[in-house]
Nanobody
Framework: VQLAESGGGSVQAGGSLKLSCRVS????????LGWYRQTPGQEREMVSR???????YYADSVEGRFTISQDNTRGNLALQMDSLETEDTADYYC??????WGQGTQVSVSS
């Protein structure tokens, strides 16, 4: 499975960004798609995941501000990020099954 993120950038606190991830290759029904993020010196942390059936999971820190979605083919994954905070600054990665990863896209939120 190959994944490619896009949509990162710089924004002021309170603003919005939408990340997209193109997913290529076969993924089984058991495979969750998700978004993780990482800052220098820190471990990669889960931001949000979505099952094939559409069940969503969010980290407490983003609950109510971020929305994950996928299209019917599961070939496109998105993360709508609203009310961004400086603490959301990180490299964001999409993943399939927690096994295959994209190259990442940078998000920078300034105060």
């Amino acid at each position: 499975v190959q994944l490619a993120e896009s949509g990162g950038g710089s924004v002021q606190a309170g603003g919005s960004l939408k990340l997209s991830c193109r997913v290529s290759g076969y993924i089984g029904w058991w495979c969750e798609l998700g978004w993780y993020r990482q800052t220098p010196g820190q471990e990669r942390e889960m931001v949000s995941r979505i099952s094939s059936g559409g069940t969503t999971y969010y980290a407490d820190s983003v609950e109510g501000r971020f929305t994950i979605s996928q299209d019917n083919t599961r070939g496109n994954l998105a993360l709508q990020m609203d009310s961004l905070e400086t603490e959301d600054t990180a490299d964001y990665y999409c993943t399939a099954c927690g096994r295959d990863w994209g190259q990442g896209t940078q998000v920078s939120v300034s105060s």
